[in-house]
């Protein structure tokens, strides 16, 4: 048997490391998914749904056809025109999304949960074994919001976002989900690795939904010191007005939490709304409102004025329960005595009606 020579090999061994480094790890998964068994027939059917939607008026629908072909991995295996058609694809797609972002924003849908297309006709057997995958159809109540985001621009979303988010801007959970609009996105995918890296907004995004809880912030901590006029009141004032106030205090906190410094204003006002019920004449009635007060502020010096006055009020539990015993011996000496009275006043007048 003739044996390479070294030099050969070497060359031979060259080109194989230098072809094995160049394939694309997303030709190899392109591969992959191109050879199941029903993709040749799915592909040619988004084919030809995106052929017949370009002919279409229909933005919407052009959109959904667009979108499922635009990133196909074997739209250019099984059709001529799959190339081509991808490149008409991701070259529209963007401004088919604007432009339908704008009808949507027009009509004041800034935001919603709808998605930009609804499945219709998609069918299970009994076993839950897919029969048919339906087909896309546009959805007519999709926000601009949806309609940027599925395109990718996420500038223009976070722009209608932000439009939303001031819209309501009262309305804390909807501030979450404004806040958390990263939560899901990734960069366009890198064609050499195969690799998506998580999307994060620009800074100017986050500092303006700021603006927007420092503003609740300190509308709620001004309608706090309304309420708390009431705790110099009676014990009755008092009740009331801590509730309003501690209301108020932690709203105002849940928007804080969004701000550099978090809820450290709300808290300490906390502490010296419980330190102002605790120098009244009349603690006794009123400390179970500082103990509210104290229990939320959670400073190290809160907590050691909760427990004296945890301390307190055993203290005085204690000692109203000696002062019940007190009080529930001399009634019952008090009507032994009279018992005793009566029973004597009884038998002598028994005796006195027997002749004794």
């Known amino acids: 048997m003739e044996i390479m020579p070294m030099t050969q090999f ?16 997303q ?34 629908e052009l959109f959904i056809a667009y979108q499922s072909i635009a990133d196909h991995y074997c739209a ?23 432009d339908l972002a704008k009808a949507a924003e027009a009509k004041g849908l800034l935001y919603s949960n709808e998605p930009v297309y609804t499945i219709v006709g998609a069918k299970k057997d009994k076993n839950g074994n897919t029969i048919s995958e339906g087909t896309r159809r546009a959805n007519e109540r999709a926000s601009a919001f949806a309609w940027l985001e ?61 603006k927007i809880a420092s503003a609740n912030a300190d509308r709620l901590m001004k309608a706090e010191e309304k309420d ?11 009740g009331m007005a801590s509730g309003r106030s501690m209301e108020k205090l932690k709203a105002a906190s849940d928007w804080m939490k969004f701000l550099p410094n978090g809820d450290k204003p709300a808290r300490a006002r906390a502490e010296q709304r419980g330190d102002t019920i605790m120098k009244r004449s009349d603690p006794t009635f009123t400390q179970m409102n500082a103990k509210a007060y104290y229990e ?25 329960e000696k002062s019940a015993e007190k009080v529930k011996g001399a009634v019952t000496i008090e009507k032994s005595e009279a018992d005793q009275k009566k029973f004597k006043k009884g038998k002598a007048d028994l005796e006195k009606e027997l002749g004794f």
């Open 150 to 210: 599925t395109s990718g621009d996420h500038n223009e979303a976070n722009r209608v976002m932000l439009k939303a988010a001031h819209a309501k801007s009262d309305n804390l959970e909807f501030f979450k989900t404004a806040w958390d609009v990263d939560n899901g996105r990734y960069e366009q995918v890198d064609r050499k690795t195969g690799e998506r890296k998580p999307y994060a907004s620009p800074a100017a995004y986050r500092q303006e939904l700021q």
């Open 10 to 25: 070497r060359i031979l061994w060259s080109a194989l490391l230098i072809l094995a480094l160049t394939v694309s790890p």
């Open 228 to 238: 708390a006029a009431g705790l110099s009141g009676s014990a009755m004032d008092v």
């Open 76 to 98: 250019h295996l099984f059709d001529k025109n799959g190339k081509d058609l991808q490149a008409r694809a991701k070259a529209n797609l963007p401004k088919l999304g604007r």
């Open 296 to 320: 939320f502020a959670g400073s190290s010096k809160a907590k050691e004025k909760l427990a004296q006055l945890e301390k307190k009020s055993e203290e005085s539990a204690r000692a109203m």
């Open 27 to 60: 030709a190899v998964r392109a591969d992959d998914e191109c050879m199941a068994a029903d993709e040749e027939q799915r592909t040619k059917a988004d084919v030809a749904a995106a052929l017949k939607a370009e002919k279409s008026a229909k933005q919407a």
